[in-house]
């Protein structure tokens, strides 16, 4: 069985910074594709960074880039999402996906 469990979302003032993980299980997690999307209020859910393997690219939203740094460790099943100088508009609920699963998600909320 596939699972996906994200972790690591909270409150933050605008300018800080938080790290996602994602932990993974039920598949063969060195060769896929592992992607972050968030939904925000009354949005679509949009794309916001892949990562692939071998050979390892990455890739990011526009509103993003510079700011947001994906990552995994294949040896861990884990992707993660380092954000840095959050905005109120990276206000969302940030999700994991591998494949055709999703996780639960991790509301991330950037407010003074």
């Known amino acids: 069985q596939v699972q996906l469990v994200e972790s690591g979302g909270g409150l933050v003032q605008p300018g800080g910074s938080l790290r996602l993980s994602c932990a993974v299980s039920?598949?063969?997690?060195?060769?896929?594709?592992m992607s972050w999307y968030r939904q925000a209020p009354g949005k679509e859910r949009e794309l916001v960074a892949q990562i692939t393997t071998n050979p390892r690219t990455t890739n990011y939203a526009d509103s993003v880039k510079g700011r947001f740094t994906i990552s995994r460790d294949n040896a861990k099943n884990t992707v993660y999402l380092q954000m840095n100088s959050l905005k109120p508009e990276d206000t969302a609920v940030y999700y994991c996906?591998?494949?055709?699963?999703w996780g639960q998600g991790t509301q991330v909320t950037v407010s003074s």
């Open positions: 039920g598949f063969t997690f060195s060769i896929n594709t």
């Open positions: 996906k591998a494949l055709l699963h």
